[in-house]
């Protein structure tokens, strides 16, 4: 009789900090019930060469909505500046913030139009990693295809998202979350013997194991 074990479940998180020569990403989120909407953003910086560039984003970014821009790898002495919509005179969200080069910026705004506000907050990441299982006819560890996936909420009460594991193994969820989160894994072997298996998972990677029902 063939015997399927869960051997081994790795999950691998993006981390905020990208590592050298990645572009750096600046991310813009006004949230539902702040005073004001993004008017522009401006982004200078040097370039790889050592020509002075810009970055203008000229369009809205309405409340709850977001913006995400990029600057190349290799730029040096980035600073941005955003004004908020309807506001006279000098005032700033952002009023030439410097950037560290290679690595993500997520920005959650708040406060009145006058009176602008920032967090500095940390950025989504994909959901990814790989499901192996042993199975004692082959005498060795195998993906396990077909595998649902759910990524919930730190709670376990909303669900984030939902994919499947390919012939591998491996899955990937298609969009970005952010914070910790609960995964619920759900499979069925020959056997049809439904599995469910639930982890939360931290800022990093973790590793766990079970057996397959009693």
């Known amino acids: 009789m ?6 081994l479940v790795s999950f691998l998180l993006l981390s905020t900090q ?19 909407a993004v008017d522009w953003v401006h982004i200078i910086f ?3 060469s050592g020509i002075e ?3 203008n984003h000229e369009e809205n970014i309405p409340l709850g909505q977001e913006v995400t821009l990029s600057i190349p790898s290799g730029a040096s002495n980035i600073r941005m500046t955003a004004k908020q919509l309807g506001s006279i005179g000098s005032s700033r969200i ?3 913030y410097k950037l560290e080069s290679n690595r993500s910026y997520c920005f959650e705004l708040s406060g009145t139009l006058y009176y602008p506000k920032y967090t500095l907050v940390n950025c989504g990441w994909i ?3 790989n499901i192996s299982v ?4 082959v005498g060795k560890s ?6 649902m996936v759910v990524i919930k909420d730190k709670n376990g009460v909303s669900t984030l998202g939902s994919t499947f594991t390919d012939n591998e193994g491996n899955f990937q969820l298609a969009e970005q979350v952010r914070g910790k989160v609960r995964y619920q894994i759900r499979f069925e072997d020959p056997d049809d013997l439904k599995v469910v298996y639930i982890a939360n998972a931290h800022a990093e990677s973790l590793s766990f194991g079970a057996m397959e029902g009693p």
Not at 134 to 137: F, L
Not at 142 to 147: Q, S
């Open 134 to 137: 042993y199975d004692s006819h």
């Open 2 to 7: 063939r015997t399927l074990i869960i051997f």
């Open 127 to 129: 959901p990814k990693g």
């Open 53 to 55: 560039r810009k970055i």
């Open 46 to 48: 040097m370039d790889a």
């Open 18 to 36: 990208q590592s050298k020569g990645q572009n750096t990403t600046v991310n813009i989120r006004p949230i539902v019930g702040v005073g004001y």
């Open 94 to 96: 952002f009023n030439n």
């Open 142 to 147: 195998i993906g396990l295809k077909r595998a």
